[in-house]
């Protein structure tokens, strides 16, 4: 699905999505095709299922977005440095 399609189907609602197609330009990901995992009312409960999936699968490309945006805007940034446990 596109995302002007999804808006469509969810108005003002927050959203688990998962990026099926997608690419980078610019430092900007661009996703071609998205599938809505869930809908939600408020943020914080778009948020947890978020944080219980990712946990279960990572290698996922999934997002909490809300339907007012005219456009999905991610920025992907560029970390440098050295992961150490603590």
Sequence with gaps: MHWQTICNQYPQRWLLIEALEAHTESNHRLLDQLAV????????????SYRQLHRQAPQRELYVLHTSR???DITELHWFGVRGSA
Excluded: G, V, Y
């Design 37 to 48: 995992i869930d809908a939600f009312d408020d943020s914080r409960a778009a948020l947890q």
């Design 70 to 72: 005219d456009e999905p």
